[in-house]
């Protein structure tokens, strides 16, 4: 069918088994590409309760269905497995030239099973698969690991993992040209793989349905963004464009882990402020004509040279607010040595706050620490303990099991520090001022997330899409609002369309788009309904893992300790609003008080 | 002759110009049929090539041509007749911009899109425009990308 390669590429480390099999007819109409291939994929072939980081889990690389068409902002690409952190499915997007040039070479979906005996690279040319040794490779971060490979392969795209992948730092990440898949470990799956990278080349001709027709439309949306009026400040100032809106006018960005909403230092984080001094030039994701993207680079003073793509508004949260951090440079090589070592700088930078805040209350002490003084706001600490987490070195080898199993370990009451959702530590939005995403951290599948939902959009402005008057306050109606978002995100997902410009496309603009790819005729509710199947079908695999209710809570501190000032000041979720919240949400889903789908539910939405 | 003027420091490496190109040729995205190319090193630098259509060069292909296929058929740009095409990659080894290609049997190059370049609507940050250009800007390209190889 036109917009598919048409394959699937299937290769068993253990034994060194490469299978290409023909993509299942019915799965494209049903799950059509990027998150619902991998979902579904997930579902048949990591047995229950699989150990994340044994044989049996398997990595999925799923291209978004749109990956390699020049429709803007559409060249994401997902990584997908159990994730080691959550024990839940675990997908991470980025916008990396890895899913088009797959598709190129012929396979709409790659899955990666067992265990390699020593380090190894998978090498894909077209027909021609490979396992490499990269026994030269291992120890090596993710930069100098890419440019070896292409130095041997030629014009590849190689996604690797660096040395916090190696050690199985639970949210160790995965990088392709300076592009992570970031959340959930799934570095961690590779490094237990013994897989260091995945590179890919590429020929194959993609072929739309409609050439011309497609042609019309990615120009007008093209041009469409190009006019818009967020064009410049997302391209100036990238994703930190709205911190300061965050904390002057909302009060909920998350401070010294989490004890403050609003970051008294924030100004010298802003990229109003840094933007202008330190951006070079524009960096975008394939396909994007609105790079938020940009290379931050300094020239002068002990990190001269130093280069990387950023500094992303959840990095200036996490290695910034969070960590009570307030000088850019530093904050940069935080940013850097997490890219290198291949980390997810969000958790990371949650779990060294996590400790810096444990540390001021006593309950780790310098002999904990090593003879660190792990104060807030002090970038030595900082950097040291980043680096000692991707090493795995004293106490960085408990903060890199993630802070719910740090604070297990820790015990002495650090269990109330611990800010994370199924374990998964939270991006940047102190959802005790926004109440609808409270509820998206919650019910998120991978854990603590923005991304699911992007309900923070529509609960800080009241608007977006259909809804209106939303007052991020209010418990009302955030049941069937998280559901509704959630499901139309997750399309984002399959088509590998970049959240950023949801306010273009909506559901409604892809039925066109998809038609003109693929010549399938869609509905905007039966595209909506994609999403709904595929949100369950992740659901049903993290019951089959064991989860609960109870895996839907919210932590201690966003349950008890409020917003001490700025405008949210005084805001928590309480018990009940949280219950409340949940119930609703349940309900929206057509879900048991426990969570549980109904019989006609799973049949309903084809999932049997 | 107004040609596609490539600005580097503006270049994101999206690569629209590229899936663009071919799409609108071609009626299929593929790399390898784009007659502008995106050239990438590090985390730092891409560069657009495409061709300059003699605003900076001798036009070498239309010379080394030896069934004189590639010339200006329509007043806009220097083009390879496909038709009348031999395939004997003379042209390709000629350009000294490397902005002429090989795809099975024929030689192909941008044309300027009968003089309303696709891709030049689809850089947003305007890395590439469509104006008469100046050969030093041609030059920096063509010495950025070959640093690059």
Known sequence: MNGFAGRILKIDLTTGAVEKSPLPEAFIRTYLGGTGFAARFLYDNVPPNADAL?????????????????????????????????????????????????????????????????????????????????????????????????????????????????????????????????????????????????????????????????????????ERMIESTAFNDDTKYGTGEFLEWMNSEKGTFPTRNWREGVFDDREKIDPYHWAPLYTKRNNACLACPKPCGRIFGIDEGKYAGLRIDGIEYELLYSLGGLCGMGDIEELARANELCDLHGLDGISAGAAVAFAMDLFQDGILTREDTGGLDLEFGDPEAELKLIEMIARREGLGDVLAEGVKRASERIGKGSEDYAVHVKGMEPPAYDVRGIKGMALAFMTSSRGACHLRSCAYALELTGKFWKFEGVDRFSTKGKGVEIKELEDMMTVYDVLGVCKFSRGFFLAEGFVDILRTVTGLEFSESEILGLGERINNLKHMFNLREGLTRDDFRLPKRLLTLPIPEGVSKGHVVTEEEMNKMLDDYFEARGWSKEGLPTEEKISGLDLV | MRAIVPHLELCTGCRMCEMACSLHHEGLVNREWGRIRIHRKGIEHYVPVACNQGASCDKECVKVCPVDCIRDVNGHAIEVVREECIGCGECVEACPYNAIHMRGDVAFKCNLCDGDPTCVKFCSLKAITFEEGVPEEFDRAKDAAEAMR
Not at chain 1, 90 to 113: F, P, T
Not at chain 1, 158 to 182: F, H, K, T
């Open chain 1, 54 to 222: 044994g044989p049996s889990n398997v990595l999925i690389l799923a291209p978004g269905l749109l990956n390699g068409f020049p429709v803007p902002t559409g060249g994401k690409v997902l990584f997908c497995a159990k994730s080691p952190l959550t024990g839940t499915i675990a997908e991470s997007v980025m916008g990396a030239r890895l899913g088009s040039e797959l598709k190129r070479a012929g396979y709409d979906l790659l899955l990666v099973s067992g265990v390699s005996g020593s380090p190894c690279y998978i090498y894909i040319d077209d027909e021609d698969v490979e396992i490499k040794d990269a026994g030269g490779l291992w120890g090596k971060d993710t930069r100098a690991t890419a440019e070896d490979i292409r130095r041997t392969e030629g014009d590849a795209v190689v996604a690797c993992i660096g040395i916090a992948g190696e050690n199985l730092v639970r949210y160790a990440n995965i990088d392709c040209e300076d592009r992570q898949s970031g959340r959930g470990g799934l570095g961690a799956v590779m490094g237990s793989k013994r897989l260091k990278a995945i590179a890919v080349k590429g020929t194959g001709n993609l072929r739309p349905h409609d050439a011309d027709k497609l042609m019309d439309l990615c120009l007008r949306y093209t």
